[in-house]
């Protein structure tokens, strides 16, 4: 045969399938997942019986781990050592084992995923609890398999005289499969199985009458009934799991908190870690010191507040935001008829109960064969003694054993067994054979065999026996639940002043987006100058807030931001400041028209959102507090070709003003627009005429008389009285504030209400900026076009105008 013929020329995706199916079924049935009978993967199994076929039990002496390893290895499972020595390990280890099935001496790994000693150095041998999985493996209970070199024979599973699959969990990751299995109280896997002996049709909430939900060995707290249920329903199922937490006093009315348990399967030095870079990184306030005071008498986390901090708060946040609360899935997959299934907590006691059957019957057929065999001897060893002499010189006058043998079984009638256990017994046992002691095993033989007979013929007796042994079990092994279970999920809330210093700070935003928080110290030794800004941006907002407020920033489009205060960059008063889009993405032809600061959302609060092709719409400020801001959130629906000129926030009693491109004012009050939902797009605000547009939207006290400020595109500016106007209803054409020209008509580009602080800005279209202070200006009547403040042919006409933003000190939504 040629070198080329050697090899089979196949298709690579047929050749990656095939060799692929046969790994990952190798993987599912012989590694990642426990057999549903014992609750043991291969590895495990074969540990288990490597051990007690040493007499490695937890009678004898401890013997070195590399020993028990390179048995395994050499005669069960030929993979690498160190899988070996962890699964070994982990048998060990009581805050992954509920009952450990492997007791070590030496250094077995900790809590906070220290690794264990060298095999070499630990010592190890089978627990008590161990006995019971594997007792009656020598009667022959289970099937036996040729060992991978078919020179020594394995235990397919093992007896398992308790439910192991339950009371110690199991967890795997297999090809397409994986398994989540927590471990349960062996007390009440016990009472469960008994149960579901006694009424096989039980149901999940009779069962859990027994089986409270799972019994972690770090102990803590399970929330949600509903979790556990559906999982013992499905196969599926998931819990919330927390550490137990105590909140005890201090000295100088400060209190810290003791961590004494923690979630299962949770590394307690990563946790420790996690809770002091949250304290280190200023993200949970309040934190004074974290210690990890675990000693050899238990686990024991010390988290130190600072005075007058709200413990309860804290906990919550440490509840959120680190391991110290977990949710745990159920996916109890184990192995069922070399098949992989997802069981439910019926089906697995079932499978359980029929493993167990098939074990005592097994069991008992083994004990019935001996007690027969052993019955027939003694009979023969009676039937000699009796006549003694004569065998006695039968034996004598042979030539060997074998003629012997013939001889008596010639003579006397005995059976080739019988004859072969005469001419066994050695002469000294002559000495002392009592037939009456012989006669009373007869006896004692007779009854075992009538017993065993008994639970062969009976169903009944063969459970009631499964029971007794359970019974017998339970009492010697189970402990008392070591996981407190609550019914339901306690929804956490965390109030924000835990997490965040409270600090004030002043904000500024830029019609552009750039936003900062500068400390009220940076803008002080400023004094309030050199604010860096862009040619052609201005400030929409300057307030002074407390870091645990929230600012709400609303755009032209009809989309708003929300942005916690302590979120936004903190940047000294002469730097420019982080553009929004770097805290939330907004459109590159978006710009910020209002910055609303809230403390508290509260009720009969409302916002007043007017657009430019005339609509208006009033909604509660509280509608607009967000959970989920990482986003630009609608705040109302445009149509196209419209967009916000002006967000103001009222308290239910203001009056609002409309100004129009074309010089049309229209005064009403709030309640003449309807309160409706966030994404509404409002009602008409003012009745417009053709080419015209609304140029903005004021809101001002109904007891107030501010001053209307106008400027237009030819430089003049104008101030009139609000007594000028007529207060009318909604969706009225309103009255003209300009006189109409026939050439080069006065258009508005800005106006505002105002007060006796205020400066209007305006922007002409050749980049110059000029500031009015409105109350320097004579008032007007509504017939007049005010006074030229600029020459427009010049110095360009007026193309935006804006109020110039107040340090507005400080930021009280308490003050009407």
Not at 56 to 68: E, G, I, L, Q, W
Not at 385 to 411: F, N, V
Not at 569 to 595: A, F, L, M, T
Request: glycine residues 6%; hydrophobic residues 35%; negative net charge.
């Amino acid at each position: 045969m040629s070198q080329s013929e050697k090899y089979l020329d196949l298709p690579l995706e047929e050749v990656i399938g095939d060799r692929f199916g046969r790994y990952s079924k190798y993987i599912i049935q012989d590694r990642a997942l426990p057999d549903a009978r014992d609750g043991l993967k291969p590895v495990q199994r074969r540990i288990l019986y490597a051990m007690f076929r040493e007499k490695n039990t937890h009678d004898k002496h401890f013997r070195k781990s590399a020993k028990t390893v390179g048995n395994v290895i050499g005669n069960y499972h030929p993979h690498g050592d160190t899988s070996v020595y962890d699964a070994m390990v982990r048998l060990s280890q009581d805050w992954k084992m509920r009952n450990e099935l492997i007791e070590m001496h030496g250094n077995n790994g900790s809590v906070d995923g220290d690794p264990p000693a060298a095999m070499r150095y630990t010592e190890a041998r089978l627990s008590s609890i161990s006995s019971e999985l594997l007792r009656d493996l020598n009667k022959e209970t289970v099937d036996f398999v040729p060992n991978f070199d078919d020179t020594d024979q394995e235990p397919v599973v093992l007896p398992a005289k308790f439910p192991n699959l339950l009371v110690n969990g199991s967890t795997g990751i297999s090809a397409g499969y994986a398994t989540d299995i927590p471990p349960h109280n062996l007390g009440e896997v016990i009472d469960a199985v008994i149960k579901r002996i006694d009424n096989p049709n039980s149901t999940v909430d009779q069962l859990m009458k027994s089986i409270k939900g799972p019994d972690f060995p770090t102990g803590g707290i399970i929330q949600g009934i509903d979790g556990i249920k559906k999982a013992y329903e499905t196969g599926r199922g998931k819990i919330v799991l927390r550490g137990k937490a105590t909140v005890e006093p201090l000295r100088g009315n400060r209190e810290q908190i003791v961590i004494d348990e923690i979630p299962f399967d949770v590394n307690k030095a990563n946790l420790v870690k996690k809770i002091d870079e949250l304290r280190f990184d200023r993200k949970v306030e309040g934190i004074a010191e974290v210690r990890d005071e675990t000693d050899r008498t238990g686990l024991r986390i010390v988290i130190e507040l600072k005075k007058d901090v709200n413990s309860e708060g804290v906990l919550n946040y440490l509840y959120k935001n680190t391991e110290l609360q977990i949710a745990y899935h159920f996916n109890m997959v184990a192995i069922q008829d070399r098949t992989p299934k997802l069981l439910s907590l019926p089906e697995m006691l079932d499978a359980y109960i029929l493993h167990q059957k098939e074990v005592v019957t097994r069991a008992t057929q083994y004990d019935l064969k001996h007690a027969k065999d052993r019955a027939h001897i003694v009979e023969g060893l009676i039937k000699a003694i009796s006549i003694l002499d004569e065998l006695i010189a039968t034996i004598r006058a042979a030539k060997d054993k074998q003629d012997a043998k013939r001889s008596i079984m010639e003579k006397y009638d005995f059976t080739e067994r019988q004859a072969e256990a005469i001419v066994m017994l050695q002469l000294y046992r002559l000495t002392n054979t009592d037939v009456t002691a012989l006669e009373r095993e007869a006896d004692e033989l007779r009854l075992k065999i009538a017993e065993y007979e008994s639970i062969l013929a009976s169903e009944k007796k063969l459970f009631d026996t499964i029971k007794t042994d359970l019974k017998q079990l339970k009492k010697q092994y189970a402990d008392r639940r070591k996981t407190i279970i609550q019914e339901e999920i306690e929804e956490l809330t965390i109030d924000i002043e835990v997490t965040v210093a409270s600090e004030d700070v002043l904000i500024s935003v830029t019609k552009e987006g750039y936003i900062k928080r500068t400390s009220l110290r940076s803008y002080a030794a400023s004094n309030g100058e050199d604010l860096a800004i862009k040619e052609d941006d201005y400030l929409v907002g300057l307030i002074e807030a407390n870091t645990t407020d929230k600012i709400l920033l609303f755009t032209n489009k009809g989309k708003y931001l929300y942005v916690p205060v302590f979120e936004l960059p903190e940047i000294r008063w002469k730097d420019i400041g982080q553009h929004i889009s770097n805290i939330v993405p907004i459109d590159k032809d978006e710009y910020i028209v209002e910055c609303i600061p809230v403390r508290e959302f509260k009720e009969e609060e409302y916002l007043i959102f007017f657009t430019k092709n005339g609509m208006i719409k009033r909604s509660e400020l509280k509608i607009y507090e967000a959970q989920r801001y990482s986003k630009a959130l609608i705040a109302l629906n445009l149509k196209q070709g419209d967009e916000v000129v002006s967000v103001c926030q009222t308290k239910g009693y203001s009056d609002v003003f409309i100004a129009t491109h074309k010089g049309y004012g229209l005064w009403y009050h709030e309640t003449e627009v309807p309160i409706v939902g966030q994404r509404a797009a409002g009602v008409k605000a003012i009745n417009l005429k053709d080419d015209d547009f609304v140029i903005s939207g004021q809101v001002f006290d109904d007891l107030s008389e501010p001053s209307l400020v106008i400027v237009t595109q030819r430089g003049a500016a104008k101030r009139m009285k609000l007594r000028e106007f007529e207060k009318t209803t909604r969706a009225k054409r309103g009255l003209m504030m300009l006189r109409e020209l026939k050439n080069k008509p006065h258009r508005i580009v800005g106006f505002y209400a105002t007060n006796k602080n205020d400066t209007i800005c305006f922007q002409t279209a050749k980049g110059e900026t000029h500031h009015i202070i409105p109350f320097e200006l004579a008032t007007s009547d509504r017939s007049s076009n005010g006074s030229f403040i600029i020459d427009s042919d010049k110095q360009g006409e007026v193309v935006e105008v804006w109020k110039e933003a107040n340090y507005e000190k400080p930021f009280d939504p308490t003050i009407d």
